[in-house]
């Protein structure tokens, strides 16, 4: 389909960005912006999406590339997940969410696509808001009242919706570093290069044979991604037996609402949340 018709602007700066978000505000018009694409042009195809302005944040320089700072990483919204797959930084400091990000689609989108493009879109059942859940990430806004930072778990609000204002414009996020952490991202779809039907993001630190924390986001168990907070409970201080695993993550769906659908019913969702959040821990719990 051919998209409804809307005007199109691209700012070379992050303040020129956010004051078209807020005029477009203040004229009562909706305004959506584009990043890679990635998510937003399928909808402007099908007619899901049909904003009055499209604001092309794509060259604004700043917003893109992979930093060192301290204790955590910072990544740029505009980073895209070919980079992000790539930088060495990430693939030692936060080996999960190269991992996940090896997943998304294929190599043609992992080259357009952003991170903050798909933190931002919000689709439960995309791979990474999961990921920075499970990380415990924190992510940068910017609008017309300056910068403000918002933890993962406070992020997503319900399908496709996030806390972000109409006005701002999602700037960085910050990964806490996980070295020495085991991790493992597993998931089950229909065919490849599909949603997932279910997605598990788990990272572990282990202490001899006993697993010490472990971070669990599940992806598609609900109209956000959702920690799986009974299985970190009671993994804390377990052996990293098959047995001890399996026992924790048999409460992996517990506090959760998966869809019923045409792919799968709930049940289903819920036995492959148990199933997948097994193998990914053991997996995790392996050397690091």
């Not at 202490?207 to 299985?231: F, Q």
Request: no cysteine; aromatic share 4%; hydrophobic share 50%.
């Amino acid at each position: 389909m051919i998209p409804a018709a809307f005007d199109y602007v691209r700012p070379e700066s992050v303040d020129a960005a956010v004051s078209a978000l807020a005029d477009a505000e203040a004229a009562g018009l909706e305004a959506k912006v584009l990043a890679g694409g990635q998510s937003l042009l399928p909808l402007l195809r099908m007619r899901l999406a049909f904003p009055d302005l499209v604001v092309d944040a794509g060259r604004i320089p700043g917003l893109r590339g992979v930093r060192d700072d301290g204790d955590a990483l910072v990544i740029g919204a505009l980073t895209t997940h070919h980079e992000v797959l790539g930088d060495p930084l990430v693939r030692r400091h936060a080996g999960l969410l190269a991992a996940a990000t090896a997943t998304v689609a294929d190599p043609a989108v992992r080259h357009r696509g952003t991170l903050g493009g798909s933190l931002a879109h919000a689709d439960p059942a995309a791979d990474l808001p999961a990921v920075v859940l499970a990380l415990d990430a924190e992510l940068t806004a910017v609008g017309p009242g300056g910068r403000r930072t918002v933890p993962a778990r406070e992020f997503f609000t319900d399908y496709l919706t996030t806390v972000l204002a109409p006005g701002e414009l999602l700037a960085e996020i910050r990964v806490p570093k996980y070295d020495g952490w085991g991790f493992r991202y597993e998931k089950f779809s229909r065919s490849a290069q599909a949603w997932a039907l279910v997605g598990v993001a788990a990272a572990v630190r282990h202490d001899g044979g006993r697993i010490a924390e472990a971070r669990i986001g599940l992806t598609s168990m609900g109209p956000t991604p959702v920690r799986a907070a009974a299985v970190e409970s009671a993994l804390a201080g377990a052996e990293a037996t098959e047995e001890s695993v399996a026992e924790a993550a048999s409460a992996a769906a517990e506090g959760t609402r998966p869809a019923a659908d045409l792919s799968g019913s709930a049940a289903y969702r819920a036995h492959l949340a148990h199933v997948l959040t097994r193998r990914a821990v053991l997996a995790a719990a392996g050397p690091a």
